[in-house]
Nanobody, 128 residues
Framework: QVQLVESGGGLVQAGGSLRLSCAAS????????MGWFRQVPGQGREFVAA????????TYRDSVEGRFTISRDNAKNTLYLQMNSLKPEDTAVYYC?????????????????????WGQGTQVTVSS
């Protein structure tokens, strides 16, 4: 089992920044590719960003490319999402997710069904 706990969400004005964290415990964090997803009430969960075990491969959804940065610190068992130039349409509950990967440089996919473990989510609200 891997336990994931997100933090860092909140209310921010458009154009502002937030840094989300996802603290992992349980099994060896560095064995898992990680992802960030978000969900608006009444809508499906959507992919935001993903990173490989070794942090040498990342990918983003088009709408956040250049504004968001996913990173991880395997020594601290923590995943991050730096969000800059926030827009009202970024408002959502943000979730981190983990999936076991035998390949250090293979990033997690955009498909949420691949991920095994999920955090409880943290609310991000961007006001206009």
């Amino acid at each position: 089992q891997v336990q994931l706990v997100e933090s860092g969400g909140g209310l921010v004005q458009a154009g502002g920044s937030l840094r989300l964290s996802c603290a992992a415990s349980g099994r060896t964090f560095s064995n898992y590719a990680m992802g960030w997803f978000r969900q608006v009430p009444g809508q499906g969960r959507e992919f935001v960003a993903a990173i490989s075990r070794s942090a040498d491969s990342t990918t983003y959804r088009d709408s956040v490319e250049g504004r968001f940065t996913i990173s991880r610190d395997n020594a601290k068992n923590t995943l991050y999402l730096q969000m800059n130039s926030l827009k009202p349409e970024d408002t959502a509950v943000y979730y981190c997710a983990a999936g076991f990967s035998p390949y250090p440089s293979l990033r997690g996919p955009m498909n949420d069904r691949w991920y095994t473990y999920w955090g409880q989510g943290t609310q991000v609200t961007v006001s206009s």
